[in-house]
């Protein structure tokens, strides 16, 4: 891969890391509620799904959804409906307050990073419509994908983390249920909001 293409892909993930999407707003909410570790959970579980989507992007998914727009656009409507109801969970579905309590297993926590991140309509954008355009199909694959795989999860862990220890921090100061309520609130529809984009 040349340092050029890698550097544009660089640039791209890492902006995609920084910027508020489900992801990083499942991962804000877990570290606030449960604290920084217990939210790292998540987080290795929104790489984990990546490690799906780089695979199923070298593997030609883009070129399915091309062949079959039907099929991706009923995988895109149902990735749409988890987030929302992940969303509804993250308002609604626990006490709203700052006081930390006792996270549920972390093999729950992981299992909510994975399915968000399989079923993140934005992911389907960047992993089977930007990421093949990276690929140059007359050098070694593998090579490539374990390039990009290694780049898409340190961008996104990179980005993650800062989240995490920022509402860990946050969380440490604020103890306020109003806080809480409106910061719960407006969370989840930053990330209701930022699934809806994936509609156009």
């Known amino acids: 891969m040349e340092l050029g ?8 993930f890492l902006a995609g ?3 508020p999407g489900p992801a990083v707003m499942l991962v804000t909410t877990s570290s606030i509620r449960y604290g920084f570790w217990a939210s790292m959970a998540p987080a290795i579980g929104i790489c984990a799904g990546n490690v799906i989507w780089v695979t199923l992007a070298a593997s030609g ?7 079959f727009p039907a ?4 995988l895109k409507i149902a990735g749409i409906a988890f987030i929302l109801f992940l969303a509804w969970k993250t308002a609604f579905g626990e006490p709203v307050d700052l006081l930390r309590r006792e996270p549920p297993p972390k093999a729950k926590l992981l299992a909510h990073g994975v399915g968000l991140q399989l079923a993140n309509p934005n992911a389907l954008v960047y992993f089977g419509g930007l990421m093949p355009a990276y690929i140059d199909a007359e050098k070694d694959l593998a090579t490539q994908v374990a390039i990009l795989l290694a780049t898409v999860t340190l961008t996104e862990m990179f980005g993650l983390t800062i989240y995490a220890v ?9 103890q306020s249920k109003t ?3 409106w910061f719960f609130r407006i969370a989840a529809l930053t990330m209701a909001a930022s ?5 156009y």
Request: no cysteine; charged share 10%.
């Open 5 to 12: 293409v890698w550097l544009a892909f660089f640039t791209m």
């Open 17 to 19: 890391g920084l910027t």
């Open 61 to 67: 998914a883009s070129a399915l959804a091309h062949a």
């Open 71 to 74: 099929a991706f656009l009923v």
């Open 166 to 174: 920022g509402a860990d921090a946050l969380a440490r100061r604020f």
């Open 179 to 181: 806080f809480a309520h």
């Open 195 to 199: 699934a809806s984009f994936a509609v």
